[in-house]
């Protein structure tokens, strides 16, 4: 998971580097090489061969725009933000990247449905104009926007979870959503455990290991087998490594300013990770209020997305994210004809 030393600053980077700098070749394995900045791809790409790149200003230079603003004190605060010369950066780091698709690596796989559910706000406050929008984010309100649309949606995601009838992974962004939702799927009388950053480390472990194996435990004290179908987790939390193929559907109710946080999420349950000789399609629901705040965010998702298609071994999942969102674009004017390489995204939207 080489991802995690994105950052130089980092206790395992600091440990790993020397450790790099001895051998002679060095492997570096990772499902997300673009993960949000500029910066974490510098880092893992000057990790891998160092000095190659120079430093990071000069590096970002060639191939980002930077997004200026004026910051306090009469301060210029700048910004790397998407590819300036796309092309190019994907050239120039192709001799770094060793990169196979799915269909490669494994062969035909069984098809993943990604659903978009758009839901009706319980009120018109909650729809929000582009006025407002700009509004909220000048006056830092927007993740309190976004999480009152979540609160909306964990009643439309414990129904859902009645509806499917089998086990289910569902994802919040807020620890206290999952908390909440695990009570709306208690009253459903529906077993669900969760796995949030209030749990230690091990201790989620074990907790995801119970509901792993808990459809082959025998009844006993008048519970029955299969008793919790539905494992209810933070983004933040079971993002990384964990393996959760007794479900073959994931419910979001959150939009992660960074889809490839998503795209791990969802890696969780992919058709890959399951036997060999029990493969089946997986479906994923994600919950929008419609003319929400969320939208803002998703339509910010389809930007990163479609930026970072072609970047570092980004492939089939990128594409097809950026493809469900798409509907929820529709305030941002970009082409899908290919843009030259001197268009900046500033100039897109």
Request: with cysteine.
């Amino acid at each position: 998971e080489f991802h995690r030393c994105k950052s130089h600053k980092t206790r395992t980077s600091k440990s790993v580097r020397p450790l790099i700098a001895k051998s002679r070749t060095s492997f570096l394995l990772t499902g997300t090489p673009v993960h949000n900045r500029p910066h974490d791809l510098y880092n893992l790409l000057d990790t891998c061969k160092m000095g190659y790149a120079g430093n990071f200003t000069n590096w970002a230079n060639r191939y980002f725009f930077m997004h200026v603003t004026a910051g306090g004190y009469g301060r210029i605060v700048g910004n790397f933000m998407g590819p300036n010369y796309k092309q190019a950066l994907i050239a120039d780091t192709s001799e770094l990247m060793l990169a196979r698709s799915v269909k490669e690596a494994y062969g035909e796989l069984p098809a993943v449905q990604r659903i978009l559910k758009r839901l009706s706000p319980k009120s018109e406050a909650f729809r929000v104009s582009p006025a407002k929008v700009s509004k909220m984010k000048e006056g830092g309100t927007i993740d309190a926007a976004l999480r009152a649309c979540a609160a909306q949606k964990l009643k439309y995601a414990a129904e859902l979870c009645e509806e499917l009838g089998e086990p289910v992974v569902v994802y919040t962004y807020k620890r206290e959503h999952a908390r909440q939702l695990m009570e709306l799927l208690g009253k459903l009388q529906i077993g669900t455990l969760l796995a949030t950053g209030d749990v230690a480390p091990k201790a989620r472990d074990k907790v995801i290991e119970k509901w792993k194996h808990d459809d082959e435990v025998p009844a006993r004290e008048g519970t029955s087998p299969g008793s919790t179908p539905v494992l209810v987790c933070t983004m933040d939390a079971v993002n990384e490594s964990a393996t959760l193929v007794r479900a073959a559907c994931m419910i979001f109710c959150d939009f992660d300013w960074r889809p490839m946080k998503q795209l791990q999420c969802e890696g969780r349950i992919d058709p890959a990770r399951q036997p060999e000789n029990n493969r089946r399609p997986i479906s994923i629901y994600y919950l929008c209020i419609e003319g929400g705040a969320d939208e803002v965010v998703a339509e910010r998702q389809y930007e990163k997305l479609r930026e970072a298609q072609g970047i570092a071994g980004t492939g089939e999942s990128t594409a097809a994210l950026s493809a469900m969102l798409k509907p929820l674009a529709g305030n941002i004017a970009i082409s899908d004809a290919p843009q030259s390489e001197e268009q900046t995204l500033s100039d897109l939207v």
